[in-house]
């Protein structure tokens, strides 16, 4: 019969000294980043979820699935009338809230959406009533890409990736755009308050910037310099909501997830 080893406390601190591995420690925390069970956040939902709020709430969901092939997935009434409705485009969740009884402050946004075929969905969009912002056109940077604004103020920068993915390497399918007045002050702002790291930045002759990511828990965030040479967009009057937990129910709605 075999002898069982003697261990002593100098053997123990030996066998423990490199624990865990540094490959044990580095996959759990890439599973805590993609599964986000430290933070709290409801299953399907990424660390940032854009939230629109419109008097035209329902009729903002019906463009959305029209337009962009959004997939419904909850939508409740209030008590006092207002609406709540999340929907699934590619591997995100979008929020939509208002409705005709609602009597607060409508939140327009804009977004970057990736899609299968630019050009189909740019002309889905107009037929469905929307603005054109720009046409579709192949983009320096490695994308065809065009613009819409939906019946409630919402601005959608579309865009296809060259090659076999759609969705660049290192993006969501649906990534918040914020037009700041001083995006470098933004992102410091993101990275103070809520853990965030920046992913890359790109100048303007001037030396705005043209475009930035920033990396969220669990999502990317886009933004740039409001009013810059290249990029004339304004500053929203509003910006799409962070949400950064999530609660598992809507308080005081009544609903039914699909």
Not at 79 to 97: F, K, N, Q, T, V
Not at 187 to 202: E, K, L, N, S, Y
Request: with cysteine; proline share 6%; net charge neutral.
């Amino acid at each position: 019969m075999a002898k069982r080893p003697q261990f002593d406390d100098t053997t123990l601190l030996a066998a423990l000294r490199d624990l865990p591995r540094e490959q044990f420690r580095k996959r759990l925390r890439v599973e805590l980043v993609e599964k986000g069970s430290s933070s709290g956040i409801r299953p399907g939902l990424r660390s940032v979820t854009v939230y629109l709020i419109s008097p035209w709430a329902p009729e903002l969901m019906e463009f959305v699935k029209q337009a962009f092939g959004a997939e419904e997935t909850f939508r409740a009434m209030g008590s006092a009338g207002g609406m709540h409705a999340e929907a699934r485009i590619g591997d995100c969740m979008l929020m939509i809230g208002g409705g005709y009884e609602y009597k607060g402050e409508s939140r327009t946004a804009a977004s970057h959406l990736y899609v299968p075929d630019v050009d189909a969905t740019y002309q889905r969009a107009l037929a469905l009533g929307a603005a054109s912002l720009s046409e579709p056109a192949d983009m320096s940077y490695g994308e065809r890409g065009a613009g819409v604004k939906d019946l409630a103020g919402n601005s959608w920068y579309l865009a296809a990736g060259f090659g076999d993915q759609y969705v660049q390497e290192g993006c969501d399918a649906l990534m918040p755009y914020f037009h700041a007045r001083g995006a470098d002050e933004l992102v410091g702002f993101i990275q103070r308050a809520f853990g965030g790291t920046p992913m890359d930045r790109h100048a303007n002759p001037d030396g705005t910037v043209a475009q930035a990511r920033v990396r969220l828990g669990t999502s990317v965030l886009e933004l740039s310099d409001a009013g810059g040479p290249i990029n004339r967009c304004q500053p929203l009057s509003t910006c799409p909501l962070p949400t950064l937990t999530q609660p598992t129910s809507v308080p005081s709605m009544q609903g039914q997830r699909r």
